[in-house]
């Protein structure tokens, strides 16, 4: 089978997150499978308009503000009878190949941006995004989609989605056999749909506290500079160490250090980060919000907090980093729950959404 992906970014993207991660594992092995594969993304930087990965061709047809309107130009030069199916990837704004595509299509919907996109783009852009999701969405309602969680599903059903198909993401993360330390960790992109300055906020009260502990933030950002200051401002500079954006092997090593993850995240596809944790035996804290009580099971593999409430999620974290033998017994128990996904499983499931 020849299958061609869109996607607004790839692996290789300076910008890329979990839904990059998931497209890439999921192709990888559809290729290891003797199916091919091409994924059809924006330039970027210092980026090759063609190139393999793991097998992968990946054709960059356009910069990342022409890559929705250049598509119709990129499926008649490179796909328009060339491919048995077409999936694509739906970030916000959909490529709308349902419209113009002669190849049956399959939808990729990670999540509803929803409130997302008033801290995405400014206005009017944001209002727009925001009242226009649900009619760009319905467009594909009448084909398969494939959907990371529960809660995206349900979001679909109430469009009119019916051929919806939950396909799980998992964790490729070789944990690292050091002792843990002292550190809570945020992994993940600095953005505002992130609220990174909830977990600073959340660790003021864990510093106070227990004070010899420390806040790692990986990861990169437009909201870095807002970080950092916000860190003096809390008092928390000093115990506060902002690493950028890791590699895997450094994420790796992070993960299985960090006694704890927190992610409170407006919303979440699926939380790729929850399982690349709890690999590491390293519990979840995060928001009872769509995605993340999807990934995250209270008391199985961290800890769910209502939506927003900061001091919740210290109180929960407190709970726990004080009462070392409750904190073994979930840590055990995440590393368990991480084993329930593989991306093995994942790729079939897939293909079998493909075939159909």
Same mark, same amino acid.
């Given at each position: 089978?020849?299958?061609?992906?869109?996607?607004?970014?790839?692996i290789?993207?300076?910008?890329a997150?979990?839904?990059?991660?998931? !497209?890439?594992?999921?192709?990888?092995?559809?290729?290891?499978?003797?199916?091919?594969?091409?994924?059809?993304?924006?330039?970027?930087?210092?980026?090759?308009?063609?190139?393999i990965?793991?097998?992968?061709?990946?054709?960059? &047809?356009?910069?990342?503000?022409?890559? &929705?309107?250049? #598509?119709?130009?990129?499926?008649?030069?490179?796909?328009?009878?060339? &491919?048995?199916?077409?999936?694509?990837?739906?970030?916000? !704004?959909?490529?709308?190949t349902?419209?113009?595509?002669?190849?049956?299509?399959?939808?990729?919907?990670?999540?509803?941006?929803?409130?997302?996109?008033?801290?995405?783009?400014?206005?009017?852009?944001?209002?727009?995004?925001?009242?226009?999701?649900d009619?760009?969405?319905?467009? &594909?309602?009448?084909?398969p989609?494939?959907?990371? #969680?529960?809660s995206?599903?349900?979001?679909?059903?109430?469009?009119?989605?019916?051929?919806?198909?939950?396909?799980?993401?998992?964790?490729?993360?070789?944990?690292?056999?050091?002792?843990?330390?002292?550190?809570?960790?945020?992994?993940?992109?600095?953005?505002?749909?992130?609220?990174?300055?909830?977990?600073?906020?959340?660790?003021?009260?864990?510093?106070?506290?227990?004070?010899?502990?420390?806040?790692?933030?990986?990861?990169?950002?437009?909201?870095?500079?807002?970080?950092?200051?916000?860190?003096e401002?809390?008092?928390? #500079?000093?115990?506060?160490?902002?690493?950028?954006?890791?590699?895997?092997?450094?994420?790796?090593?992070?993960?299985?250090?960090?006694?704890?993850?927190?992610?409170?995240?407006?919303?979440?596809?699926?939380?790729?980060?929850?399982?690349?944790?709890?690999?590491?035996?390293?519990? !979840?804290i995060?928001?009872?919000?769509?995605?993340?009580?999807?990934?995250?099971?209270?008391?199985?593999?961290?800890?769910?907090?209502?939506?927003?409430?900061?001091?919740?999620?210290?109180?929960?974290?407190?709970?726990?980093?004080?009462?070392?033998?409750?904190l073994?017994?979930?840590?055990?128990?995440?590393?368990?729950?991480?084993?329930?996904?593989?991306?093995?499983?994942?790729?079939?499931?897939?293909?079998?959404?493909?075939?159909?």
């Amino acid at each position: 089978m020849k299958i061609a992906f869109f996607n607004w970014r790839d692996i290789r993207n300076p910008a890329a997150g979990g839904a990059e991660v998931y !497209v890439h594992q999921i192709l990888k092995r559809l290729v290891e499978k003797g199916h091919s594969a091409t994924l059809f993304s924006s330039s970027f930087p210092g980026s090759s308009q063609m190139e393999i990965i793991d097998g992968i061709e990946h054709i960059r &047809y356009a910069c990342k503000y022409l890559i &929705y309107p250049k #598509s119709l130009l990129c499926y008649k030069k490179h796909i328009r009878g060339k &491919y048995d199916v077409i999936v694509e990837s739906i970030n916000g !704004v959909p490529f709308f190949t349902r419209l113009f595509a002669k190849e049956p299509v399959v939808s990729l919907v990670h999540q509803l941006t929803r409130e997302n996109w008033y801290s995405a783009l400014p206005f009017p852009l944001a209002f727009l995004g925001y009242h226009l999701e649900d009619w760009m969405l319905s467009l &594909y309602r009448n084909s398969p989609a494939v959907v990371p #969680s529960a809660s995206t599903r349900n979001d679909l059903e109430k469009l009119g989605f019916r051929q919806i198909h939950i396909v799980h993401g998992a964790a490729e993360v070789a944990p690292k056999p050091v002792e843990k330390q002292n550190a809570v960790l945020y992994l993940g992109r600095l953005t505002k749909s992130k609220r990174v300055g909830h977990a600073l906020r959340a660790f003021s009260i864990i510093s106070e506290n227990i004070p010899d502990y420390r806040l790692w933030i990986a990861g990169s950002g437009p909201e870095e500079k807002n970080l950092v200051k916000l860190a003096e401002e809390l008092g928390v #500079s000093d115990k506060t160490r902002f690493l950028g954006k890791v590699d895997e092997e450094t994420k790796s090593e992070l993960l299985s250090k960090a006694k704890l993850l927190l992610f409170p995240a407006v919303r979440e596809g699926w939380g790729l980060v929850t399982l690349e944790a709890n690999a590491c035996s390293t519990p !979840v804290i995060g928001y009872d919000v769509p995605g993340l009580h999807d990934s995250i099971k209270d008391g199985i593999n961290g800890c769910l907090v209502p939506d927003g409430d900061l001091n919740g999620m210290a109180r929960s974290a407190l709970g726990l980093l004080s009462d070392k033998k409750r904190l073994k017994r979930l840590s055990a128990s995440s590393l368990e729950y991480s084993k329930r996904f593989s991306w093995d499983k994942s790729a079939e499931e897939f293909e079998s959404v493909l075939e159909a």
